[in-house]
């Protein structure tokens, strides 16, 4: 763990104490209710300063459980399993956040079908996190945003237009 701009840092911290209690009562909440703690599910010991959380994966998770149902904003990972394409599908249709979800397949076809059906505002397939490109817009849909960050859209909304008419 270290300072985000340290280059040899390999967990950042999260933003503050507040939100470091956030994900460990979340954590706690799972764990109740259920969820299996595989690797992580608890802060790094002798951080220094800094909010540091192991990342954590969660396996046996219900649909039901905090950990599914609310956006965490630190390094936690839910495992849910399915059989058949439609009930994954279910499973990521979120009725509250749609910022971002990942697909693994090894089929195309399934791989657009998910993206069709996923309602996010980033969809990663065979991969998950950002890329170092910057003119791609990020920002979810539902209640994970507002808009857009980064590319075009974000610049427009930055900017502001008038419209002027005189009449010699």
């Known amino acids: ?30 764990k109740a ?6 690797v992580g599910g608890e802060r790094f010991a002798d951080t220094g300063d800094g909010w540091f959380w192991q990342p954590t994966l969660l396996c046996g998770v219900a649909q039901d459980n905090p950990a599914v149902q609310q956006e965490i904003f630190g390094p936690v990972l839910t495992v849910q399993t399915f059989d058949e394409e439609e009930e994954g599908l279910e ?7 749609g910022l971002c979800a990942g ?3 090894l089929s195309l076809p ?3 079908r998910a993206i069709r059906a996923i ?5 990663w397939v065979n991969r998950y996190g ?3 490109d910057f003119i791609i817009p990020t920002g979810g849909f539902l209640g994970s ?3 857009k960050d980064l590319g075009r859209q974000a610049f427009q909304a930055c900017q502001r237009q008038k419209s002027v008419l005189i009449d010699f």
Request: aromatic residues 4%; without cysteine; proline residues 3%.
């Open 119 to 123: 309602e996010a505002g980033t969809v």
């Open 91 to 97: 499973l990521a249709a979120h009725e509250t956040y």
């Open 110 to 112: 399934r791989a657009l």
């Open 130 to 132: 950002r890329s170092g």
């Open 145 to 147: 945003g507002i808009g």
């Open 103 to 105: 697909v693994h397949t």
């Open 33 to 38: 209710q259920g969820a299996e703690v595989l």
């Open 1 to 30: 763990p270290g300072a985000t701009w340290h280059g040899d840092s390999r967990y950042a911290p999260l933003i503050d104490e507040r939100q470091g209690q956030k994900v460990a009562s979340v954590v706690a909440a799972a």
